[in-house]
């Protein structure tokens, strides 16, 4: 692996149904990050995590939850996925999440759509 | 509340020069970011600056003012590979990213 690998690259969900979108980094990076991109929008944080271990809300966290277990893998779940949360999720990583020049490395992303 | 704002959108000429601002308005500043996503793909990062001036980066510069809460990327000998959306991100006192809605450049021939 080289870098942020997200899966799936895409998927089409009906509402209601669990799902939980992956991301794996090999950078050793401290900190990972969930975005969701919509059209005309910014990137917007749903959560993030400075530190194995450790997670925190983003800007917008509703519906979504994640988990740290380990350095490389910050997995986010929909537990019960609605169409609102059609769009596209980029999750990145950082070095430090709270120190220094530190810019973000981003995967490919995930396009979901919510039926 | 925090807000990035730039142009929607933008058109230059190959070979020509171009300059897309950025204005922000956060909860504290810890740095601004400038990166390049094309269509379909992840934004990769072009540049930062933390603090007032321009620095530049081959065909690229970015210029800050913190007192004005003010940036710009300059593009220069634009190439067709240049079209692309162009995201201004400011880190906030939290040291989470605040992103515009990025500004979408066309390059014409």
């Known amino acids: 692996i080289a870098g942020i690998t997200q899966a799936p690259t895409s998927q089409i969900l009906a509402a209601g149904r669990r799902m939980t979108l992956r991301c794996t980094q090999d950078?050793?990076?401290?900190?990972m990050y969930w975005y969701r991109q919509d059209l005309g929008l910014g990137l917007r944080l749903i959560h993030y995590?400075?530190?194995?271990?450790?997670?925190g809300k983003g800007e917008v966290p509703d519906g979504y939850s994640v988990s740290r277990a380990n350095t490389d893998d910050f997995p986010l779940t929909l537990a019960s996925a609605v169409p609102s949360q059609t769009s596209v999720y980029f999750c990145?990583?950082?070095?430090?999440?709270?120190?220094?020049?530190?810019?973000?490395?981003f995967g490919p992303g995930t396009r979901l759509t919510v039926l | 509340g925090q807000n990035i704002d730039q142009p929607t959108e933008m058109t230059a000429t190959e070979g020509a020069i171009v300059q897309i601002n950025c204005t922000y308005q956060?909860?504290?500043?810890?740095?601004l970011f400038w990166y390049q996503q094309h269509a379909g793909e992840a934004p990769t990062f072009l540049s930062y600056?933390?603090l007032d001036g321009l620095e530049e980066k081959g065909r690229f510069s970015s210029f800050l003012s913190r007192s004005k809460g003010y940036s710009y990327l300059l593009l220069k000998e634009l190439q067709m590979k240049d079209s692309a959306s162009y995201l201004c991100?400011?880190?906030?006192?939290?040291?989470?990213?605040?992103w515009g809605a990025g500004t979408k450049l066309i390059i014409k021939p």
């Open positions: 990145a990583s950082s070095a430090s999440g709270t120190s220094g020049h530190n810019e973000q490395f």
């Open positions: 950078m050793r990076h401290n900190a």
């Open positions: 995590s400075n530190t194995a271990g450790t997670t």
């Open positions: 956060t909860s504290g500043f810890n740095g």
């Open positions: 600056n933390v």
């Open positions: 991100a400011v880190r906030d006192s939290n040291y989470q990213l605040i």
